[in-house]
């Protein structure tokens, strides 16, 4: 299925995925860990184009951000361990404050893609956006159905949304050239895996096909005449 054909501004939202400064700058969580975040940084120019044009067609925007309490009463022991592991424990302290830590400078988005003031945030402890937080019910009271997925890592953070959007019932896109993966090889396939069965985890599209297609809805064609 391909979702771009089909688009409702009502009932579609576009999710931006972790793009913070815990996994996109130089001192944050990714780059303690060792992790090449100029892939992070080159898809920034990807995002913010989505931004642009799903402001513009009126889709409601939702932006999330992983991190924990000051005191980590919300990090799992194993997920704190494996941090250990990568070298970059969860709450140690770094240039950018303690990482991933709510309220710290690297847990702030990065400058380019700072949200609207009407725009939500979700807070989420995990890798998945849904996994205790509101995001459930946040599309369920806008009467959300169909997604648009960017952000990073692909095959963490991403998947972890698109696969239990889908378990949902949403109807998914991600925007392949809008997510980076943390380790090049990992990228093709997790976008790979997307289309497999018809279709299990929805459609991958370009950005560039994205901004054509939100360019193309009713809205976006009222305010550009």
Do not use: W
């Not at 159905?145 to 952000?151: A, D, I, S, T």
């Not at 998947?159 to 239990?164: Q, Y």
């Not at 980076?180 to 018809?198: D, N, R, T, W």
Request: net charge negative; aromatic share 4%; glycine share 12%.
């Amino acid at each position: 299925m391909n979702m771009l054909t089909d688009l409702d501004p009502a009932t579609t939202a576009l999710i931006v995925i972790d793009m913070q400064r815990d996994f996109c700058s130089p001192g944050g969580y990714a780059h303690q860990a060792g992790l090449d975040i100029t892939r992070m940084q080159a898809v920034v120019a990807q995002v913010k184009a989505l931004l642009a044009a799903a402001r513009g067609a009126g889709l409601h925007v939702i932006h999330t951000r992983e991190g924990h309490l000051p005191d980590l009463s919300d990090c799992p022991a194993a997920k704190l361990a494996r941090s250990v592991a990568a070298g970059a424990p969860i709450g140690s302290h770094g240039p950018l404050g303690r990482l991933l830590v709510r309220g710290e400078q690297g847990h702030d988005f990065v400058p380019e893609l700072r949200p609207l003031a009407s725009e939500h945030v979700i807070d989420k402890p995990g890798y998945g956006a849904f996994h205790k937080t509101t995001l459930g019910a946040l599309l369920g009271a806008f009467g959300i159905r169909r997604l648009l997925l960017c952000g990073v890592t692909t095959e963490v953070c991403v998947h972890s949304t698109l696969r239990e959007a889908v378990d949902r019932g949403f109807v998914c896109a991600t925007v392949g050239d809008a997510t980076a993966a943390s380790q090049p090889e990992l990228q093709a396939p997790a976008l790979a895996m997307i289309g497999v069965e018809g279709g299990i985890f929805g459609s991958v599209c370009s950005t560039a096909d994205a901004v054509a297609a939100l360019a193309g809805l009713p809205r976006a064609r009222s305010e550009a005449a």
